[in-house]
């Protein structure tokens, strides 16, 4: 035994280790359900564990670049499988045009809502809370165009649709296990209802958090009275805790239009580089952290990545995974 | 033309029914009519063409008038949502009476109307659109379908737990009261006396009384064929009719037609009044001295006290910029010009996409009553949205395209350090920066975090800052960005283009 081979070992007995620990947490039945889930996945990586943790892609078109990094993790099929429920948390938060750069790019939406519909998932659904009014952020951000042509469904709720909901709506009151300042949650019920958990944020600055990406793209799951908790009771420490219900199963940041300042929500297209670039991944800490290269942001200065370090959402030290990189010609 | 004249009161109540329906179409956005379709109503046409001076609304306040001229106040049982609604009460009266004979008798308003409309009016020329406000019918009834039967709606349906996805317009207590006590006034005058309504209290039944006085085709008695039975006088709900003199007052009649089925002798008809083959005088003006007086009286006695009310002012609070005022609607240009010229009625307020109007109680001052006002804790205003100026149908808010819109200000953001979770607490927070469509707000650094910098010559006063601002205090609502509103809607300068600095990232992957 190398050491190359101890440490992927030992990783990856690591990962199922903390897995199973979050899972025992939960409800006696979800657990089962997610140990199922997880455990030949699991094993499949420590037979074959010769697939990268990230692939990164650049210089292409969206649904390209997202086809090339799929193709790198062994297709949708690993992720997916027939029958399952599906719940995709996009950036559509704000009422601006995909030029902008401020919501999720639909081409790369489109893209990946084809390949869940050639796995043969039973249901899509996009979720968010919305900045702007919801009808119209959907409608800007082509998301309700592309749900409307893959027949998946948005669960979208912004200032409008308010506590009085709670428990008949979407919404759910719960408690989120080791939290200490986002205990109690108002949060989507579908997170936990559902088998696979897609996270598609889009890459941008951030006035308040620097900025945002995989984790920060998580606030959007919550109400919008939790968002302004959020805001209240330390910021950086809420995104992890709140991150921290349910780990997306896959994270797929979109970095093709991103926004270098003045965000998140811009102010005219000089705040929009053409970046060209993708990447995915299981870990929402290591893409952060990458992310904040490719935005040259000081790593440090972006509290939740440390924050979820902490909690476990995944490791900020990047040396430790396999990335490969990926140029389109 | 007597089978004619017997079946209108049919043609006109299907017109009725049928318009009101397209009315509430309208009003719940099933079918969008347009602008035209909400100018059909008079008091919000004239009201239009005195200020904007649209041709549509030129054209549309002529077109009722003239009908009026041609064929009486049709207007008042056949497009009035207010008339209609005063016409489903009877009907629903009417199931559970069992006497046959009609319960109505002649009055004379003529005195009460006139006080009216002249106090009305005078307070309108002199800025203050209170009483409008509360006696126009089209505001009446929009803020009662609003206030009273959607809030009701959603009210329920929110006790029951059903998440319907009704807007709430959110009524202040004085609001809500107001319109549920209009809406019971309106029911027990209805009860009474029919259509009491619109021959005392509507500013638009008085304005039509003039030309419905003068019309080529109104109701008449024969005065050969009539015995002063008083069948047509009892279904009169407009009480015009006063059969002992055999005289109908056409000034008062909403042509709803119940007279012409229920004489037995054929003597009362819709005719053309020819001018050679006119009525006696006393037929339709009373030209008696004491009558006379009365009507001059009344009208002098409104006009008196209108007068004396704008000159005291007593209900005008003066705007001081120096105070936090209330922010207006986009496109009401000027305070002064708005509280003069909106009639209440609301419909801004059900079709705000932000959220933010709701309707004043006092925060314009009793002047403004029932006027909408940008209420920064219920929501703001949409960026990309321009609905309230554009829907307005009596032109207080002055149409404007989305360009204009999005560089008109409204309002002026404030920042109130004491209540800033960064400023106080150092914490990452940039809730209001982030939700600046304009870029007003710039985050900058500050010890270990950034605060909000507000840009004056950029700021909009749209309100996403204040509304989003989670403040300090855990309990209350205490934003640490407040949007104060201005005077005068200025056009702000546009936003200013950045260089953004070049990325390594551009060229090739920097990990």
Same mark, same amino acid.
């Given at each position: 035994?190398?050491?190359?081979?101890?440490?992927?070992?030992?990783?990856?007995?690591?990962?199922?280790?903390?897995?199973?620990?979050?899972?025992?947490?939960?409800?006696?039945?979800?657990?089962?359900?997610?140990?199922?889930?997880?455990?030949?996945?699991?094993?499949?990586?420590?037979?074959?564990?010769?697939?990268?943790?990230?692939?990164?892609?650049?210089?292409?078109?969206?649904?390209?670049?997202?086809?090339?990094?799929?193709?790198?993790?062994?297709?949708?099929?690993?992720?997916?499988?027939?029958?399952?429920?599906?719940?995709?948390?996009?950036?559509?938060?704000?009422?601006?045009?995909?030029?902008?750069?401020?919501?999720? #790019?639909?081409?790369?939406?489109?893209?990946?809502?084809?390949?869940?519909?050639?796995?043969?998932?039973?249901?899509?659904?996009?979720?968010?809370?919305?900045?702007?009014?919801?009808?119209?952020?959907?409608?800007?951000?082509?998301?309700?165009?592309?749900?409307?042509?893959?027949?998946?469904?948005?669960?979208?709720?912004?200032?409008?649709?308010?506590?009085?909901?709670?428990?008949?709506?979407?919404?759910?009151?719960?408690?989120?296990?080791?939290?200490?300042?986002?205990? #109690?949650?108002?949060?989507?019920?579908?997170?936990?209802?559902?088998?696979?958990?897609?996270?598609?944020?889009?890459?941008?600055?951030?006035?308040?958090?620097?900025?945002?990406?995989?984790?920060?793209?998580?606030?959007?799951?919550?109400?919008?009275?939790?968002?302004?908790?959020?805001?209240?009771?330390?910021?950086?420490?809420?995104?992890?805790?709140?991150?921290?219900?349910?780990?997306?199963?896959?994270?797929?940041?979109?970095?093709?239009?991103?926004?270098?300042?003045?965000?998140?929500?811009?102010?005219?297209?000089?705040?929009?580089?053409?970046?060209?670039?993708?990447?995915?991944?299981?870990?929402?800490?290591?893409?952060?952290?990458?992310?904040?290269?490719?935005?040259?942001?000081?790593?440090?200065?972006?509290?939740?990545?440390?924050?979820?370090?902490?909690?476990?959402?995944?490791?900020?030290?990047?040396?430790?995974?396999?990335?490969?990189?990926?140029?389109?010609? | 033309?007597?089978?004619?004249?017997?079946?209108?009161?049919?043609?006109?109540?299907?017109?009725?029914?049928?318009?009101?329906?397209?009315?509430?179409?309208?009003?719940?956005?099933?079918?969008?009519?347009?602008?035209?379709?909400?100018?059909?109503?008079?008091?919000?046409?004239?009201?239009?063409?005195?200020?904007?001076?649209?041709?549509?609304?030129?054209?549309?306040?002529?077109?009722?008038?003239?009908?009026?001229?041609?064929?009486?106040?049709? &207007?008042?049982?056949?497009?009035?949502?207010?008339?209609?609604?005063?016409?489903?009460?009877?009907?629903?009266?009417?199931?559970?009476?069992?006497?046959?004979?009609?319960?109505?008798?002649?009055?004379?308003?003529?005195?009460?109307?006139?006080? =009216?409309?002249?106090?009305?009016?005078?307070?309108?020329?002199? *800025?203050?659109?209170?009483?409008? !406000?509360?006696?126009?019918?089209?505001?009446?009834?929009?803020?009662?379908?609003?206030?009273?039967?959607?809030?009701?709606?959603?009210?329920?349906? +929110?006790?029951?737990?059903?998440?319907?996805?009704?807007?709430? !317009?959110?009524?202040?207590?004085?609001?809500?009261?107001?319109?549920?006590?209009?809406?019971?006034?309106?029911?027990?005058?209805?009860?009474?006396?029919?259509?009491?309504?619109?021959?005392?209290? /509507?500013?638009?039944?008085? !304005?039509?009384?003039?030309?419905?006085?003068?019309?080529?085709?109104?109701?008449?008695?024969?005065?050969?064929?009539?015995?002063?039975?008083?069948?047509?006088?009892?279904?009169?709900?407009?009480?015009?009719?006063?059969?002992?003199?055999?005289? =109908?007052?056409?000034?008062?009649?909403?042509?709803?037609?119940?007279?012409?089925?229920?004489?037995?002798?054929?003597?009362?008809?819709?005719?053309?009044?020819?001018?050679?083959?006119?009525?006696?005088? @006393?037929?339709?003006?009373?030209?008696?001295?004491?009558?006379?007086?009365? *009507?001059?009286?009344?009208?002098?006695?409104?006009?008196?006290?209108?007068?004396?009310?704008?000159?005291?002012?007593?209900?005008?609070?003066?705007?001081?910029?120096? %105070?936090?005022?209330?922010?207006?609607?986009?496109?009401?240009?000027?305070?002064?010009?708005?509280?003069?010229?909106?009639?209440?009625?609301?419909?801004?307020?059900?079709?705000?996409?932000?959220?933010?109007?709701?309707?004043?109680?006092?925060?314009?001052?009793?002047?403004?009553?029932?006027?909408?006002?940008?209420?920064?804790?219920?929501?703001?205003?949409?960026?990309?949205?321009?609905?309230?100026?554009?829907?307005?149908?009596?032109?207080?808010?002055?149409?404007?395209?989305?360009?204009?819109?999005?560089?008109?200000?409204?309002?002026?953001?404030?920042?109130?350090?004491?209540?800033?979770?960064? &400023?106080?607490?150092?914490?990452?927070?940039?809730? /209001?920066?982030?939700?600046?469509?304009?870029?007003?707000?710039?985050?900058?650094?500050?010890?270990?975090?950034?605060?909000?910098?507000?840009?004056?010559?950029?700021?909009?006063?749209?309100?996403? /800052? +204040?509304?989003? /601002?989670?403040?300090?205090?855990?309990? %209350?609502?205490?934003?640490?960005?407040?949007?104060?509103?201005?005077? @005068?809607?200025?056009?702000? @300068? %546009?936003?200013?283009?950045?260089?953004?600095?070049?990325? %390594?990232?551009? @060229?090739?992957?920097?990990?």
């Amino acid at each position: 035994m190398n050491r190359r081979d101890f440490l992927k070992k030992t990783a990856a007995i690591a990962a199922l280790g903390t897995v199973l620990k979050l899972t025992a947490a939960d409800e006696i039945k979800a657990a089962d359900k997610k140990v199922d889930d997880k455990k030949p996945e699991e094993t499949k990586k420590n037979d074959a564990a010769k697939k990268p943790d990230i692939v990164a892609v650049r210089n292409g078109e969206p649904a390209a670049m997202f086809e090339a990094a799929m193709k790198e993790l062994g297709g949708m099929k690993e992720f997916v499988r027939k029958d399952q429920t599906v719940v995709i948390k996009p950036n559509m938060a704000w009422d601006r045009p995909p030029e902008m750069g401020a919501t999720t #790019n639909p081409d790369l939406m489109e893209a990946l809502l084809k390949s869940l519909k050639e796995v043969g998932v039973r249901k899509v659904y996009l979720i968010d809370t919305t900045c702007d009014n919801w009808k119209n952020c959907i409608k800007s951000s082509k998301m309700e165009e592309i749900a409307k042509k893959y027949d998946a469904e948005i669960v979208c709720g912004d200032t409008q649709r308010d506590q009085a909901f709670v428990d008949k709506w979407f919404l759910k009151n719960v408690e989120i296990k080791g939290a200490q300042k986002m205990k #109690n949650v108002t949060i989507n019920k579908l997170l936990k209802e559902c088998d696979v958990f897609i996270n598609v944020p889009i890459l941008k600055n951030h006035g308040g958090a620097t900025m945002t990406c995989c984790m920060k793209n998580m606030m959007g799951v919550v109400s919008k009275d939790m968002q302004m908790k959020i805001h209240q009771g330390g910021l950086h420490q809420c995104i992890a805790e709140v991150g921290s219900y349910r780990k997306p199963d896959l994270n797929i940041v979109d970095a093709y239009r991103v926004m270098t300042k003045r965000g998140p929500k811009g102010v005219d297209a000089s705040d929009v580089k053409l970046l060209k670039t993708l990447m995915v991944g299981k870990d929402m800490v290591a893409l952060d952290v990458l992310a904040a290269k490719l935005l040259e942001f000081p790593v440090d200065r972006i509290g939740h990545i440390k924050e979820g370090e902490k909690l476990g959402l995944g490791t900020s030290d990047i040396s430790k995974l396999t990335i490969k990189k990926v140029t389109l010609a | 033309m007597k089978t004619n004249g017997k079946i209108w009161p049919f043609v006109r109540s299907s017109l009725a029914g049928a318009f009101f329906v397209l009315i509430l179409t309208d009003f719940f956005g099933w079918i969008r009519f347009g602008k035209a379709f909400r100018l059909l109503q008079f008091a919000p046409s004239l009201l239009n063409s005195l200020a904007l001076a649209l041709p549509a609304a030129i054209v549309i306040s002529l077109i009722v008038f003239l009908l009026t001229f041609i064929f009486g106040r049709v &207007y008042c049982s056949v497009i009035c949502p207010l008339g209609i609604l005063q016409d489903i009460v009877l009907s629903v009266k009417a199931l559970f009476r069992r006497k046959k004979r009609g319960p109505y008798h002649y009055y004379d308003t003529r005195t009460l109307k006139r006080a =009216v409309f002249f106090f009305v009016a005078v307070l309108f020329c002199f *800025g203050v659109a209170t009483p409008l !406000v509360m006696l126009l019918p089209s505001s009446n009834f929009f803020t009662i379908l609003s206030n009273v039967f959607v809030q009701g709606t959603y009210q329920v349906a +929110q006790l029951f737990g059903c998440s319907l996805d009704i807007k709430s !317009v959110d009524p202040a207590p004085g609001v809500f009261i107001t319109s549920i006590f209009t809406l019971f006034i309106l029911i027990a005058m209805t009860l009474w006396k029919g259509r009491l309504y619109c021959n005392t209290l /509507c500013p638009v039944g008085a !304005v039509l009384s003039l030309p419905a006085a003068f019309s080529l085709f109104r109701i008449q008695l024969n005065q050969d064929q009539c015995v002063s039975c008083g069948m047509c006088e009892h279904v009169c709900k407009a009480g015009c009719i006063d059969a002992k003199n055999k005289v =109908v007052r056409n000034e008062n009649c909403v042509m709803c037609g119940n007279c012409l089925s229920a004489c037995a002798r054929d003597a009362i008809k819709l005719v053309l009044t020819k001018k050679s083959a006119a009525p006696k005088a @006393e037929q339709h003006c009373d030209l008696s001295r004491r009558r006379f007086i009365a *009507g001059i009286g009344g009208a002098a006695v409104g006009a008196g006290l209108g007068l004396a009310m704008s000159k005291l002012g007593v209900s005008r609070k003066e705007a001081d910029a120096a %105070k936090e005022e209330p922010s207006m609607p986009p496109g009401a240009m000027n305070r002064a010009r708005f509280n003069a010229k909106c009639v209440g009625c609301g419909l801004c307020i059900s079709k705000c996409t932000g959220n933010v109007l709701r309707a004043a109680s006092l925060q314009y001052g009793l002047a403004g009553f029932m006027q909408p006002y940008m209420n920064y804790d219920s929501g703001f205003c949409a960026f990309g949205c321009s609905r309230c100026n554009n829907l307005c149908p009596t032109g207080a808010l002055v149409p404007l395209k989305r360009d204009r819109k999005q560089s008109t200000r409204i309002g002026l953001a404030h920042f109130i350090p004491d209540n800033c979770v960064a &400023y106080t607490a150092e914490q990452d927070c940039g809730a /209001c920066g982030e939700h600046c469509p304009v870029g007003a707000i710039v985050m900058v650094d500050y010890k270990s975090t950034r605060i909000p910098q507000i840009n004056d010559k950029l700021c909009i006063g749209c309100g996403a /800052c +204040q509304h989003i /601002c989670p403040g300090i205090n855990q309990a %209350k609502r205490e934003p640490a960005i407040r949007v104060s509103g201005v005077l @005068e809607q200025i056009t702000v @300068e %546009k936003p200013v283009e950045v260089e953004a600095k070049t990325l %390594k990232s551009e @060229e090739d992957f920097p990990f």
